[in-house]
């Protein structure tokens, strides 16, 4: 399972730096959402993969460490999750303003002489 | 510790939270009251730092670290607030410059979209949440309330400048919160907390492979703070933006760039200090190679600019500049020399950023410029007269507060950046002999120079060699922010000693990282039955 998520995470992060670094504001967003997802499984995976551990002690058992996934990077997770979240509507709503004061949809606001 | 003065530090994040939240419901029809609000509260704001300040610097309670556990938790577990003399001054600075960039703003600046209250209180709880926060996630949360509203005010006054800028300096910030959600997670990993005091105890006691991963963590968190204090490879989106953004804005962004170099003193003296075993002083070396080239990139930038924005932006690239080099130089004795530079070059930059847009009305009358975008947001027309008294003497105003600004931003006497220069090149000269010193020194010189070339050069193109010049009108609430910040230079000048004294005592709040750490670790929370 570590090797999955890892790959997974790979795949993810990679994927984003290649669009991010793409000409179009479109690409770039795109971009910015795989890689804050990356992110967000990654600091996931920092309390350790677990299977059938919940987070949270259960009233009817007692605490030991052992029975539980560690709550921290979750609760981290869902911050980070929603902080980027916000901050990627943010730039969607930039992103459009943008394309209707410069009539185009290019990084830099204008179109280069040759483009592709 | 007394009881109620530990809970003050919540009030900086609280009251612009609040004030924020109450500007949103009035509607932007109602400028004066939405700006006398703001005010009121930014100058709250200033009382409470100057009460903090004054606070932890420990006349009453004898120690002189403040720490609040919110929620009543123990320091490592829950979230903690605190005040040492380093955090309440750069409040202090924060909440000064703001109240100069607010009044700035009233004459037109504010009513170019809508708001800008709102955005600018949220920004002052960003920065002041990331002062005073004890852990490395609510920096986070921090920063990112801090940034948020730094892109609603870069796009302020919406045009096509702005918009193109913003595109640049969201999508750089971003991915530098994507480095620092990594680096938080890494250090987590590595030694399962983060809280500040708490790190700092555990980095002493590390395994080699878990101190090779918390390596990794702070040089990835590293990316992220310089990319913020502009470092030289990662500070690309500077120039652009601080050009492009509103004066009122800009000055609030120069400061912005000095939260990201507050953030690497305090981790960097608190976490890779002398008593840091076998991590000490990790990073130093980079620090210092990228404080030169950024030092070297800032002159050759000012070198090469011509409008007032380059100049502004580059200068300030330059102040980062120095502040990560001699950082990175890593002898203690700097720290005090290298706080007044910081604060004096922040004020100066500041001024000069405000005072710029008033000198470029020498030429373009004020409204040309504000058309475009005035037209774009379906202003009403402003009554010409409306707001403040005009002062006489225009042209001798601007040129003397231009001349002030060019004194403090290049070092040379009488002003305040003299003093800062000369202390850092004396304390340079005295700690060590090595290459890295006389570099920094013939850097540091070198930097003066191109700013005296480069602000001369503009000055004379401004005043001596106006065609049409006309004396602008300007208004009072235009001309006494600008005076506000020229004067708090000139009193650093005068008050050299005793400040010196002050931040001495600041820096060696830095250096006994054992007081901060106990403070932290051993404020316990409040029982039930007191």
């Keep these: 399972m570590e090797l999955i998520l890892a790959l997974a995470i790979g ?106 | 510790m007394k009881p109620f003065i530990a809970e003050l530090l919540i009030l900086p994040i609280l009251l612009p939270l609040l004030t924020g939240a109450l500007l949103a419901l009035i509607n932007e029809r109602h400028h004066k009251a939405k700006f006398v609000i703001n005010q009121v509260s930014t100058l709250l704001l200033l009382v409470l730092a100057i009460g903090l300040f004054w606070l932890t610097d420990g006349p009453v309670t004898g120690d002189d670290i403040l720490v609040f556990l919110a929620a009543n938790w123990a320091a490592p577990f829950g979230i903690v607030l605190v005040g040492d003399r380093l955090a309440t001054l750069f409040m202090l600075l924060a909440a000064l ?30 920065i002041n949440g990331s002062l005073l926060t004890g852990d490395l996630f609510n920096l986070f949360v921090f920063f990112e309330v801090m940034l948020a509203a730094s892109y609603g005010l870069l796009l302020h006054g919406y045009n096509v400048n702005r918009i193109r800028a913003g595109m640049q300096y969201i999508v750089v910030n971003l991915i530098a919160s994507l480095f620092f959600l990594l680096g938080i997670a890494l250090v987590y990993a590595a030694t399962g907390t983060l809280n500040f005091a708490d790190l700092a105890t555990q980095i002493p006691l590390l395994a080699e492979t878990q101190r090779q991963m918390l390596h990794t963590a702070a040089a990835i968190l590293a990316v992220a703070f310089l990319t ?14 601080y050009s492009a953004a509103s004066p009122p804005v800009t000055a609030m962004l120069v400061l912005l760039t000095k939260i990201g170099i507050y953030v690497i003193l305090r981790l960097h003296y608190l976490l890779f200090g002398d008593a840091a075993g076998d991590s000490a002083g990790f990073g130093q070396y980079f620090l210092l190679l990228g404080g030169l080239f950024t030092l070297t990139f800032g002159a050759i930038g000012l070198l090469a600019s011509q409008d007032s924005g380059r100049i502004a932006s580059y200068s300030a690239v330059i102040s980062s500049g120095t502040l990560l080099a001699l950082m990175g130089y890593g002898e203690a004795i700097t720290l005090s020399a290298m706080l007044f530079y910081l604060i004096s070059s922040t004020l100066a930059v500041a ?48 040129g003397l507060t231009f001349a002030a600004c060019a004194l403090i931003m290049s070092g040379l006497p009488p002003l305040s950046g003299f003093i800062a220069k000369f202390s850092i090149l004396h304390q340079l000269l005295q700690s060590r002999n ?42 009072m609430s235009e001309a006494s922010p600008i005076l506000l910040l020229l004067l708090l230079c000139i009193t650093m000048t005068i008050m050299a000693g005793p400040l010196y004294a002050l931040l001495d005592r600041v820096a060696d709040d830095l250096l006994q990282t054992h007081r901060y750490i106990e403070q932290v670790l051993h404020t316990a929370p409040i029982s039930r039955n007191d």
């Design chain 1, 11 to 116: 795949i993810l992060f990679g994927s984003g730096v290649w669009l991010v670094l793409r000409p179009r504001s479109f690409q770039v967003i795109t971009g910015l959402l795989l890689l804050s997802y990356a992110v967000n499984l990654f600091i996931f995976i920092t309390g350790r993969v677990h299977i059938n551990k919940p987070p949270l002690t259960l009233p009817e058992q007692a605490a030991t460490a052992m029975q539980y996934a560690d709550p921290l990077p979750q609760g981290l997770v869902l911050t980070a999750i929603v902080i980027g979240f916000a901050t990627t509507a943010l730039y969607l709503v930039v992103l459009l303003g943008s394309r209707g004061l410069t009539g185009t949809d290019h990084v830099d606001g204008k179109e280069r002489e040759h483009d592709e």
């Design chain 2, 97 to 126: 410059l703001a109240n100069c960039a607010l009044i700035f703003s009233y004459g037109r600046w504010a009513r170019l979209g809508v708001h800008f209250h709102t955005l600018f209180q949220l920004l002052l709880m960003g």
């Design chain 2, 228 to 241: 913020k204090s502009a470092m030289w490879p990662l500070g690309f989106w500077l120039p652009i933006t």
């Design chain 2, 351 to 398: 001024a000069f950023v405000l005072l710029t847009e008033l000198i470029e009305r020498i030429y373009t009358p004020a409204d040309s410029v504000f058309a475009l975008s005035m037209e774009f947001f379906a202003m009403e027309e402003e009554k010409k007269e409306s707001a403040g008294v005009v002062i006489p003497a225009a042209m001798a105003f601007l």
């Design chain 2, 434 to 475: 090595d290459i890295a010193s006389w570099l920094l020194v013939i850097l540091l010189i070198f930097a003066g120079l191109t700013a005296i070339i480069s602000l001369m050069r503009f000055g004379v193109r401004s005043f001596w060699t106006a065609q049409a010049a006309q004396s602008p009108r300007l208004k």
